[in-house]
């Protein structure tokens, strides 16, 4: 499975940008994608998960994230998206796509990083 990720960049505190990652290959169903964050000097952490089966789509978030961010699908394109809204300085750091196969899997594909920096 191949990752690409984009939609990174330059906001000021409160705005918003979209991430995508759209995932090519052997794609399994049921499967799991998501995002995780890393600062520097700060160890990569979890941000928001989709996972996907036949009948549905479920969300979590971080605690920091929830409210602001918003993850999704379009299944038919293998593609997961992060609106990032009320973004803050403290959310600056290289955001990951990853991907599983399955519902409880940890992540073990993932996508070369794309910056996001919240100026205050």
């Known amino acids: 499975v191949q990752l690409q990720a984009s939609g990174g960049g330059l906001v000021q505190a409160g705005g918003s940008l979209r991430l995508s990652c759209a995932a090519s290959?052997?794609?399994?169903?049921?499967?799991?994608m998501g995002w995780y964050r890393q600062a520097p000097g700060k160890e990569r952490e979890f941000v928001a998960r989709s996972r996907r089966t036949a009948r549905n789509i479920s969300t979590n978030y971080s605690d920091s994230v929830k409210g602001r961010f918003t993850i999704s699908r379009d299944s038919a394109k293998n593609t997961v998206y992060l609106q990032m809204n009320s973004l803050k300085p403290e959310d600056t750091a290289v955001y990951y796509c990853?991907?599983?196969?399955?519902?409880?899997?940890?992540?073990?594909?993932w996508g070369v990083g794309t910056q996001v920096t919240v100026s205050s």
């Open positions: 290959g052997t794609i399994f169903s049921p499967n799991s």
């Open positions: 990853g991907y599983c196969s399955g519902l409880g899997c940890g992540m073990n594909y």
